[in-house]
């Protein structure tokens, strides 16, 4: 395939909370989409879904760390990114442009590619109150991130959630 006719690619960004466990329903609903994915998690993130079935899913490794200079890129740059579910720690280190895992460098990069960006935060009650929240929050929506808001309320929802941050993409 040319990149003329290839999938357009969905990196899909892990972060580590208890909306992962579900993270392959989001792969799934992607690839009916006909999007290509990859997937990138925090480090702590791969302990919360099934990673062999994620892998399995897309065909390709999931990335959590760094790759070696020299070596290949095992994604072609992405079309648009979403971050599913997104921490308080994530939304926080990225609105700050701290890079200190591939999740934050990748974030931060695609806001300089000027691909289209969605973000499902999974933050509770308290943590929204905390003004570090908010004020990232407004940043990251000045540089376009299309939030899905309260899409991780609690556990026993349907699919629209996963669905919610693919329509987020398409506007």
């Known amino acids: 395939m040319t990149g003329q006719d290839r999938k357009p690619f969905l990196y899909v960004v892990v972060c580590a909370a208890w909306p992962a466990g579900g993270v392959g329903e989001?792969?799934?609903?992607?690839q009916e989409r006909d999007w290509e994915v990859g997937v990138i998690a925090t480090p702590l993130a791969?302990?919360?879904f099934d990673t062999a079935a994620v892998e399995a899913r897309t065909g390709r490794p999931i990335r959590s760390a760094w790759r070696a200079p020299g070596d290949p890129r095992p994604f072609p740059d992405p079309d648009a990114?979403?971050?599913?579910?997104?921490?308080f720690n994530t939304v926080n280190k990225w609105a700050a442009g701290i890079s200190d895992t591939l999740a934050l460098g990748t974030l931060c990069e695609a806001y300089g590619m000027g691909v289209p960006i969605s973000a499902l935060p999974c933050v509770n009650e308290a943590l929204t109150a905390h003004p570090a929240y908010r004020d990232s929050l407004e940043r990251l929506r000045g540089m376009g991130v299309r939030f899905g808001e309260h899409a991780f309320d609690g556990p026993g929802q349907d699919g629209s959630r996963w669905e919610r941050a693919l329509d987020l993409l398409a506007r």
């Open 81 to 87: 990114v979403t971050v599913a579910p997104a921490t």
């Open 46 to 48: 791969t302990g919360f």
């Open 26 to 30: 989001l792969i799934a609903l992607a």
